[in-house]
């Protein structure tokens, strides 16, 4: 089992910036990508930023060129710069970690929350 705890959420006005971290514990070596989802109210949960243990990263199209994920590998950690927020970005913030490349997510944080006032 991985376990993963975010942080950094928190209220932005339009245009501002956040860092969101997080701490992975637990079954380590069983993690090959890792990334981060959103779920806005009324709105399905969706992945926004994954990046792979060699550093390749893929984003959503409604956060490509405002969004940059990170990984520290020696310290279990991921991280997600958002720049140019809009009110559009609120939502729950997920650390998400897959153990088999390209197969989707297999663990989940609780969440941290983002709002984002216009």
């Known amino acids: 089992q991985v376990q993963l705890v975010e942080s950094g959420g928190g209220l932005v006005q339009a245009g501002g910036s956040l860092r969101l971290s997080c701490a992975a514990s637990g079954s380590i070596f069983e993690i090959n990508a890792m990334g981060w989802g959103r779920q806005a109210p009324g709105k399905q949960r969706e992945l926004v930023a994954r990046?792979?243990?060699?550093?390749?990263?893929n984003y959503a199209d409604s956060v490509k060129g405002r969004f940059t994920i990170s990984r520290d590998n020696a310290k279990n950690t991921v991280s997600l710069q958002m720049n140019s927020l809009k009110p559009e970005d609120t939502a729950v913030y997920y650390c998400?970690?897959?153990?088999?490349?390209?197969?989707?997510?297999?663990?989940w944080g609780k969440g941290t929350l983002v709002t984002v006032s216009s």
């Open positions: 998400a970690a897959e153990r088999f490349l390209n197969r989707g997510m297999d663990y």
């Open positions: 990046i792979t243990s060699g550093g390749r990263t």
